[in-house]
């Protein structure tokens, strides 16, 4: 949820925020002193601004704060991102041929494979190419926004997204090469 500031909210008459007291005796404001407050009124001393309202109609994952308070921020997380594979799914049809194989592959991993790290290394590489593949359509899609036009730079970064998609894709050739070779040899 997106938010705006709102002046004075929790905080003393000079900005910082009020503390209760060490004994919890009540809450204490500080003084105005400027040498006393060394923090702008907006930021308090966690180095978040203070006093936020929610905005209606736009949704963050966190108001405040780096980590979820509450169940349904991370209910909001996974809907995002089931929102993100189906517009892949969708938009993507290097991302839905990369799935096909997974789909096929993956349970012939399983059967190929002669131990958990056998199997977590040839399944987890072709993880790797559909999570490069999702950051690749996802730059592919800012530059997309800002317009059609030849740039160099946009270029460079669209080319730099394939490349790294081609890297992990020699990456899962390597990786069932090597385990799946000396069976044969």
């Not at 991370?74 to 892949?88: E, T």
């Not at 199997?119 to 999570?131: D, E, K, N």
């Not at 530059?143 to 020699?170: N, P, Q, T």
Request: aromatic share 8%; charged share 20%; with cysteine.
């Amino acid at each position: 949820m997106q938010t705006a500031p709102r002046a004075g909210a929790g905080h003393g008459r000079c900005g910082k925020i009020d503390r209760l007291r060490p004994f919890g005796r009540g809450i204490r404001s500080h003084s105005c002193d400027p040498l006393q407050n060394p923090f702008p009124p907006a930021i308090a001393r966690s180095g978040r601004p203070a006093g936020r309202v929610p905005v209606a109609g736009a949704e963050v994952a966190d108001e405040v704060g780096h980590l979820p308070r509450r169940p349904a921020r991370i209910l909001l997380a996974a809907k995002w991102s089931m929102q993100g594979l189906r517009a892949a799914w969708l938009h993507e049809s290097s991302f839905r041929l990369e799935a096909y194989l997974f789909v096929v592959l993956a349970p012939l991993a399983w059967w190929l494979g002669g131990s958990g790290v056998e199997r977590a290394l040839m399944i987890g590489s072709m993880l790797l190419v559909l999570g490069v593949e999702l950051l690749n359509s996802a730059i592919e899609a800012v530059i997309e926004r800002y317009g059609a036009e030849h740039h160099e730079l946009a270029g460079r970064a669209k080319d730099m997204g394939s490349a790294a998609v081609f890297v992990l894709m020699m990456n899962v050739l390597l990786c069932w090469g090597l385990i799946l070779a000396p069976r044969w040899t």
